[in-house]
């Protein structure tokens, strides 16, 4: 291991901000602070905002920038990558952002039954023919259903199509309601995102967020000129979630 990461691990251990549970802390059982974000760590009840995958942390801190009326956290298993945006949330003294250092997988174990409002998945993996492992999966919505508030949204931006279609085939599956798709926000989608439901249901102030706030990875998508999608839907569901009929095949690059 490097010295520059060795130094940042360091670092990480003296923020604040930045939740580094042990896997005997989630693996199976609940972490102390499942339920408790908002009282223990924020000191308020505002909504809780999550995005999973963060990576430096960009996202996160730009959302939470935008809106001080709400929580975010930005989860990531990368320690490197989370110190970027800790250490600027330290820095900044910015009291709604946290970031938490863990498995997606064990997400259940920190969080409570509609403890948060919504989710964010911003260009993750789409893992092509590994369904288990893909954040839009059956196994993985049933897990933020027993987070999520009845209600509650998930956001999905991606510059792959195949998780955009898969995604999409998923939720008409599991006839979750659409709020918004868009398979080229910064092009010829741009004004159907404003004339969404997510723009009633969010807000506009949302919908200017997908195109003003960008990861490191988004950047350089857009500078290859690949088209960046979005997708917006409730969880809301009752029974187990199936897994979609769709066509990978044409979709898979």
Known sequence: MGKDKLRKFKENET??????????EV?????????????AFFGNDRPIVVELGCGKGEYTVDLALRNPQCNYIGVDIKGARLWKGARYTEENGLPNVAFLRTRIEFITS??????????????????????????????FMDRYRKMLR??????????????HEYSCA????????????????????RE????????????????????????FYES??????????????????DGPYVSPEW???????
Request: proline share 4%; hydrophobic share 40%; with cysteine.
């Open 220 to 237: 350089q998508y857009l500078a290859q000129g690949i088209p960046i999608t979005y997708l917006a839907f409730l969880i809301d569901h």
């Open 110 to 139: 920190m969080f409570a039954p509609g403890e948060v409002s919504e989710i964010w998945i911003t260009f993750a993996d789409p893992q092509i023919r590994r369904e288990k492992k893909r954040l839009t999966s059956p196994l």
């Open 27 to 39: 693996f199976g059982v609940d972490h102390p602070l499942k339920g408790h974000w908002g009282d």
């Open 170 to 189: 998923m939720a008409r599956q599991n006839s979750l309601e659409i709020l918004a798709r868009a398979t080229d926000i910064y092009g010829s989608d």
């Open 15 to 24: 923020f604040r901000c930045l939740v580094q549970p042990r896997t005997e």
């Open 150 to 163: 009845k209600g509650g949204i998930v956001h999905l931006k991606t510059d792959s199509r195949y998780l």
């Open 247 to 253: 066509e990978e095949d044409r979709w898979e690059r």
């Open 192 to 215: 159907s995102l404003y004339a969404s439901q997510m723009s009633s249901v969010c807000g506009r102030d949302a919908v200017d967020a997908l195109f003003q706030v960008q990861t």
